[in-house]
């Protein structure tokens, strides 16, 4: 007879989906298109003095009367945003969309596993808030799973197609390219 303990298949399903957002939140070197240019000596000071513990002073407060996309017409953070963050585990690849209607999609995708999200999204200065109406997939192994039900990203437009995106829960950054509209 063996003295070993099986763990719970619960936490076991809890471990993977963690393993999947941690990887998917590693903070990422500069994964920029062969056309961005490099940050000038202003642009690397303004981050390095960036208190981190609080949101960035830009604005992306919504638009009365354009749903949520930003006031300042200078960044529209509506569209179909891409990240890929390269790990020791392998390539982590996000997909995040977000419709001028307040609704977002994201895709979470490493080594042949997915995760789905979908929901409402609110911004509130350079915090956009995500609410989680649906999670997929709803099972792993026949059990049923449960998920992160909101989250918020801190948001830093780097130009009008890229943004720095930090997540302060988790302690990371990763920047996103804007590939859609």
Partial sequence: ???????????????????????SC????????????????????????????????????????????????????????DSQVETSQGTVSTRLILEHTGTFSQTVTWNGLMTLDTGEYNIIGNAVHFTVTHHEPTEFQDQPMSWVTSFTYFVTPIDATSMQVEDHIMNTSWTMYKTGP
Wanted: proline share 9%; aromatic share 6%; glycine share 8%.
């Fill in 1 to 23: 007879m063996s003295n070993t303990r099986r763990l719970p298949s619960a936490l076991v399903r809890g471990l993977i989906v963690l393993a999947i957002i941690g990887l």
């Fill in 26 to 81: 590693q903070f990422v070197t500069n994964l920029a298109p062969g056309n961005r240019q490099p940050l000038d000596q202003d642009q690397q000071n303004q981050q390095q003095d960036q208190n981190w513990d609080e949101p960035p002073d830009q604005n992306l407060e919504p638009d009365q009367n354009q749903g949520n996309q930003p006031n300042n017409g200078a960044f529209d953070i509506v569209g179909i945003w």
